[in-house]
């Protein structure tokens, strides 16, 4: 089912991007948009098969990034930009971390339960608090992926609440300070959170549409997709047909789940969203079969940053989020993206592969019934010559 999965997202990614990149072919080759993303699928598939075919043990690795990832996040900053060296550090933070936090609580008969939970408090907060000055919405799912991670884990009850009161409570102050200074914000490093708090208050106040019909600026994104979405009504445009591909920005990224709804509808959308669901229910029954702790957490914090982040893409498409610029994983465009998803689904196939009983034990059942049945054949190959003679 995961590779089902994979291989439809894929085939929508190709039929959703090349329709939704009209506005790029005005300025390249008409080709050059979809051929760029076909290359970074073809890649990502190749990324697949390689993952799966590696044990779940060695996923430890992951953890020897965190410092190096950490490095990349300083220089962003510094260069007050999210791509470095043409990939996005903080794409890779998000992998070093969930496998990180699968480690530390897979050692919890090593390591005391206080101690895991600072050790993963600690490593959360130096990896998110970097993540925070250039892209809000990413350390925000990234923390809250790690939070019911520790929750899968078993962590106490009473440390979880300490913890989310803490945070909230960080947060808050954060926003308040940002709400009633931003030109101080700004000066200290938190241009992006002036730039969210200013989409809280847009999504709040809904600014008009003037008489004459000029959208205003700060709401452009969010009327085109609402149009674009009242467009497909149930059945949709039909793929290729999308108007409002032209208009959106980022529609074939951001905004790509509005184009999907306008060409296919309400029963494309609800389609795709289906896929991300059936992907967390299958990684869930791949890790409930785990009899080892470390893949058991790994597939889940996998699974749940997939399905966070396409949910989060869809809510913000729709207009039930403030702007975020989350991408749809495996379907908008972009290649960073692209590859830590193809890693994501990788390391669960592997899981799937490796540490599965069942699988592992109908295996065995297939070969030994193989090899009876080879058993027999030449028996009734020696049987027959004896005839025959």
């Known amino acids: 089912m995961i590779w089902m999965i994979f291989l439809f997202l894929c085939l929508i990614s190709i039929v959703e991007v ?3 990149s ?39 690795i992951f953890v020897v990034g965190l410092p190096f990832v950490w490095l990349f996040l300083i220089m962003a900053i510094i260069l007050h930009t999210r791509w470095l060296f043409g990939f996005q550090p903080s794409e890779f933070a998000k992998l070093c971390l969930i496998a990180c936090t699968a480690f530390i609580l897979s050692r919890q008969n090593r390591l005391s339960e206080s101690l895991s939970f ?13 993540i925070f000055f250039e892209n809000f919405s990413t350390a925000a799912i990234l923390y809250c992926v790690i939070v019911i991670m520790m929750f899968i884990g078993q962590v106490s009850f009473k440390r979880m609440a300490l913890l989310a009161s803490v945070t909230f409570a960080a947060i808050a102050l954060v926003f308040a300070f940002i709400w009633i200074l931003p030109d101080k914000a700004e000066k200290v490093g938190l241009h992006r959170g002036v730039i969210w708090v200013e989409r809280i208050k847009n999504y709040k106040a809904k600014p008009e549409i003037t008489a004459k019909g000029k959208i205003p600026d700060e709401i452009f994104q969010e009327v085109m997709a ?20 032209d208009f959106l920005p980022q529609a074939f990224s951001d905004f790509i789940y509005a184009i999907i709804i306008e060409e296919t509808g309400i029963i494309g959308g609800i389609a795709v969203l289906a896929l991300y669901v059936f992907l967390f229910i299958r990684a869930g029954t791949i890790a409930n079969r785990c009899t080892k702790l470390f893949p058991k957490l790994l ?3 996998c699974a749940l940053m997939i399905v966070t982040q396409a949910l989060v893409n869809m809510a913000v498409s729709v207009g039930l989020m403030p702007v975020t610029g989350q991408p749809l994983p495996l379907v908008s465009r972009g290649g960073t993206s692209i590859f830590t998803t193809c890693i ?11 540490e599965n ?3 592992v034990q109908q295996e065995v059942v297939y070969e030994e019934e193989f090899e009876e049945e080879r058993r027999l054949a030449k028996v009734n190959e020696q049987l027959e010559a004896e005839v025959v003679y």
């Open 22 to 60: 009209s506005r790029l072919t005005y300025t390249t080759h008409y080709w050059q948009p979809i051929l760029r993303h076909a290359i970074f699928l073809f890649v990502g598939a190749i990324i697949v098969v390689g993952m799966h075919w590696i044990a779940p043990k060695y996923y430890w």
């Open 18 to 20: 090349y329709s939704a």
């Open 299 to 301: 597939v889940m914090g």
């Open 118 to 130: 600072k050790w993963i408090w600690i490593l959360s907060i130096i990896t998110c608090v970097p």
């Open 226 to 245: 609402k149009v674009a979405i009242a467009r497909g009504g149930v059945i949709g445009k039909m793929p290729g047909n999308s108007h409002l591909s």
């Open 344 to 354: 994501y689904i990788g390391i669960i196939l592997s899981v799937s592969r490796f």
């Open 357 to 359: 009983p069942r699988g």
